[in-house]
Each structure stands twice: as C-alpha cells, then as structure tokens.
C-alpha cells in the first residue's frame, strides 16, 4: 500500500533534507528515528536526535529561509509533510493572544537552538576532548552494570540498541562516540561484537546488536586512571596503554574504523 502523499518515507542513511537548501516545510517523525547534523569546518556535528512525535525544520517558525541542519535517518523513518503556507496560515489565522504566545515560544527556541549549536560545535570539533573520557567510559562502565546481563562464558552482555539509547537520554552521551569507544575497547581486547542481520534490509550490512564485555572492571579501573591522569599527566599509562593510543588515533583521524567484518554476498 502506497504512503500518502503528505508522508515522506526515508531509508536509513538518507537525508530527510539537508542543511542551508530551501526550508520549504516542516516534518514531524511518524516512524524511526533520525540525527541532525550540522557541520564544522566540514567536520558533521550530532545535534540531537529527533524520534515519533517530534517536529523537524521547525526554524520555519522563527522566519528562516533554509534549513539550518540536515536531518538524516539513522533508521528507516516515516515523516509528515507539514507545507510552510498551511502551518503560517493556521498561526495568522489564531486568535492575537495565541500568536502572541507562539511568537515567544519561537524566540525561546531560536535563542536556545542557536546556542546549543554553538555549545555542540565547541566540544565535537574533537572527537574525544580529553575532558569528555573519564565520563564516556565512567557512563560505559555504569549502564553495562546496570542493564548488561552475565553469561555463563564469563562475559557480560548488553544489547546494543537499548544500551546507546540508555546512556543517551540517562547520560546525554553522543550515540557516535559511544560507538568508537566500544571500537576502542575491542581493539583493546576488552570487549567483542555480535553482528545481526539488519531487520528492515537482509541484503544491508549486518547491524550490532550485541556488546560482549569480557572484562568490564578494566573499564572501571580504566575512568578511574583519567581522574588520577587529570593531577599527574606523568602517570604511566600501563595496562591502558592501547586505549590511550586508541583515543589519540580518534581524535587524530576523527574516527575508529570498526573491527566488523564485511557481510558475506550471497552467490
């Protein structure tokens, strides 16, 4: 059955619009969830995520011309069209409280959209800002805790999706980041990835779906280092060695590249 023509479906790593092209209307997320992005110094900053229920491209509100970030779908979404005429016409045609009332919702969120672009842009030019690792793997170590599960190999595991989602509205902590961290930490024989099929696409590259941490404590032991790295820069780094190497190698190429093998192609 087709969508309707007011709704746009996307697939996952395509852009829904894209940052600076004409803002011609607004959407709001019926399905999937979906990153917006905006750049600097080319260098694609995660601003936040927007999920069902939320409106995107709202600028228009506030009396921008173009889109002020790409909105890309993480996963397959389905968004509704909200035309620029119909939702100006239904706010002209409000009662002058109610327009009144908008008009300072709008300049509320200019004023904090604006400002948290700045503040994004500050800290995400680096990858891993030495000030952001004692939380990154502190909120690691804590949410596997919490919502990991023991196996009898010895390992405990977390599932993926769930565990990303968790420390980000829990922590606040960047989906992208928490990504090469555990990248990190498999390279550092911390932990290992389970890769699953991708449900909305068989023939897409498989997804991770689980993390196995075979050796969570070292994670422990590893946030509590960078708090006594932060007094004595001198320290030596020890059994952390390669997850420090690993960091630079982050900040320095501006990711990890992830140690997944590519899905086999069928025949």
């Not at 995660?46 to 921008?64: L, Q």
Request: aromatic fraction near 10%.
């Amino acid at each position: 059955m087709a969508a309707p023509k007011d709704v746009k479906q996307v697939k996952r790593g395509d852009p829904l619009f894209s940052a600076d092209k004409q803002l011609t209307a607004s959407y709001m997320i019926q399905s999937g969830l979906a990153n917006l992005i905006a750049k600097k110094d080319g260098i694609p900053i995660e601003i936040v995520k927007a999920g069902i229920g939320h409106i995107v491209g709202e600028e228009i509100m506030w009396g921008a011309k173009t889109y002020s970030t790409s909105c890309v779908a993480e996963n397959d979404i389905k968004a509704k069209l909200i035309p620029l005429r119909q939702m100006l016409a239904q706010v002209e045609a409000s009662s002058p409280v109610l327009k009144l009332f908008l008009r300072s919702l709008s300049e509320k969120q200019k004023q904090w959209w604006t400002e948290l672009v700045t503040l994004k842009g500050k800290v995400d030019t680096i990858p891993c800002p030495p000030e952001f690792i004692t939380k990154l793997f502190a909120v690691i170590y804590h949410t596997a805790s919490y919502t990991g599960e023991w196996k009898k190999s010895g390992n405990l595991v977390v599932v993926w999706p769930s565990f990303k989602k968790y420390c980000q509205r829990i922590f606040l902590e960047s989906p992208v980041r928490l990504e090469n961290a555990v990248y990190i930490l498999v390279n550092s024989g911390i932990t290992e990835l389970e890769m699953i099929p991708c449900e909305t696409d068989p023939d897409a590259p498989d997804e991770l779906g689980f993390v196995h941490f075979k050796d969570i404590e070292k994670v422990k032991r590893f946030y509590e280092f960078t708090i006594k790295l932060n007094e004595f820069p001198t320290l030596d780094p020890g059994e952390f060695k390669t997850i420090i190497e690993g960091i630079a190698e982050w900040n320095r190429l501006g990711k990890i590249t992830p140690p997944i093998p590519e899905k086999e192609k069928k025949e």
